[in-house]
């Protein structure tokens, strides 16, 4: 079998649970429901495939899935554009065995760390890699979070300091939102990059040590925030708030530049300028 069967399987069940059949207009029916959300045959109806063709879906045991069956699923379900494109991405073909696939460290390219270092004035900046690896920043990103530089470079990923680094508690006062958005992402990570070595042992390790992780992974949550923002609470300048842009580099796959910046005249941008005359001191 050439998908990714646990993954199918997991996400399919959490989000046939997730809808009310009350709200959909799906009578309670002679039986009633042993368990919430949609039977399978309901999903099955809703999707215009037969009931065994979804179970063999469902179960990862279906060899070829169209883009239009996917996208049936996906209105059957009530699925996100986030949610649409994981589904897409883990029931596409993969190569036998089931292995995750070795692959080195992706490098930022020099051009790329020069454009960071020109907006170390105002703007806090890094790119981010496959698994929400840390791959590059500017001095005024290690100012506004953490000194990534001082961190083994293994070590720098997003999940794995969000979950088991004590310091993004006390950096972020909203935590358990960034935790949510955090896992969110890292699901999204699978579906782009299936079989990935570095996703499968960030996954396991943060499953092994965090029971914060575990729980929220097993919400089936898939989103990708790419804007928003985020708040942070700095030693020295109190709790800063800041808008969040991400944006995908084309020329170079699975990266992505994360810029934070402050509202003009806002309280931020007086402590974001302090941090940047410190930091080019530093």
Same mark, same amino acid.
Request: proline share 8%; with cysteine; net charge positive.
């Given at each position: 079998m050439g998908h990714s069967e646990p993954e199918i399987k997991a996400f399919l069940k959490a989000r046939r649970a997730a809808l009310d059949p009350a709200e959909l207009g799906l009578p309670e029916g002679v039986?009633?429901?042993? *368990?919430? %959300? @949609?039977? $399978?045959?309901?999903?099955a109806q809703r999707a215009g495939i037969s009931v065994d063709y979804y179970t063999r879906i469902e179960q990862g045991r279906a060899p070829a899935i169209s883009d239009s069956v *996917?996208? %049936? @699923?996906? $209105?059957?379900?009530?699925?996100?554009?986030?949610?649409?494109?994981?589904?897409?991405?883990?029931?596409?073909?993969?190569?036998s065995g089931g292995a995750c696939d070795a692959e080195p460290r992706p490098r930022v390219r020099p051009e790329i760390q020069q454009l960071l270092d020109a907006?170390?004035?105002?703007?806090?900046?890094?790119?981010?890699?496959?698994?929400?690896?840390?791959?590059?920043w500017n001095r005024l990103g290690t100012r506004l979070c953490v000194d990534?530089?001082?961190i083994p470079e293994e070590r720098r990923n997003g999940p794995l300091l969000v979950f088991l680094?004590?310091?993004?508690?006390?950096?972020?006062?909203?935590?358990?939102?960034?935790?949510?958005?955090?896992?969110?992402?890292?699901?999204?990570?699978?579906?782009?990059?299936?079989?990935s070595s570095r996703v499968c042992r960030v996954i396991q390790e943060l499953r092994e040590r965090s029971e914060e992780f575990r729980r929220r992974w097993e919400a089936q949550a898939v989103q990708e925030r790419t804007r928003g923002v985020?708040?942070?609470?700095?030693?020295?300048?109190?709790?800063?708030?800041?808008?969040?842009?991400?944006?995908?580099?084309?020329?170079?796959?699975?990266?992505?530049?994360?810029?934070?910046t402050a509202d003009k005249g806002s309280a931020t941008a007086d402590a974001l300028k302090a941090l940047a005359e410190t930091a080019a001191v530093a």
């Open positions: 039986v009633r429901r042993r *368990v919430r %959300g @949609l039977r $399978r045959e309901e999903v *996917v996208g %049936g @699923l996906a $209105r059957a379900l009530r699925l996100t554009p986030s949610e649409h494109t994981y589904l897409r991405n883990i029931t596409l073909p993969r190569r907006m170390d004035d105002t703007v806090p900046a890094y790119v981010y890699g496959p698994a929400m690896d840390i791959l590059a990534y530089s001082a680094d004590p310091r993004l508690k006390e950096i972020h006062p909203n935590w358990d939102e960034v935790a949510d958005d955090t896992v969110a992402g890292l699901r999204a990570e699978i579906g782009r990059h299936p079989g985020k708040r942070f609470r700095h030693p020295e300048l109190g709790e800063l708030v800041l808008r969040f842009e991400a944006f995908v580099l084309p020329a170079d796959p699975g990266q992505m530049l994360c810029t934070y």
